[in-house]
């Protein structure tokens, strides 16, 4: 999830990876991402919209594919 979709709510794209933060390799970025959800929230977008969307940029991806920003311990050192 790169971003995790959330970019398409809120229109910008935050510097962060979920995939990086869950797997706890990120975890200073853990903020920026809350505080990006908690703009998607806050920012009565059309719910139904953002999913449609998110389904759509999804459609065109292979679910074998790694994330673009996956990487491995020894990159973040």
Request: proline fraction near 3%; charge should be neutral.
């Amino acid at each position: 999830m790169n971003f995790g979709k959330a970019n398409i709510a809120v229109n910008r794209l935050p510097n962060v990876c979920v995939s990086i933060i869950v797997a706890d390799l990120q975890a200073d970025k853990t903020n920026l991402l809350l505080q990006a959800l908690a703009e998607a929230i806050n920012s009565n977008v059309d719910n139904n919209e953002v999913v449609r969307k998110t389904l759509q940029s999804l459609g065109d991806t292979n679910e074998n594919q790694k994330p673009s920003c996956s990487r491995d311990r020894k990159d973040l050192s």
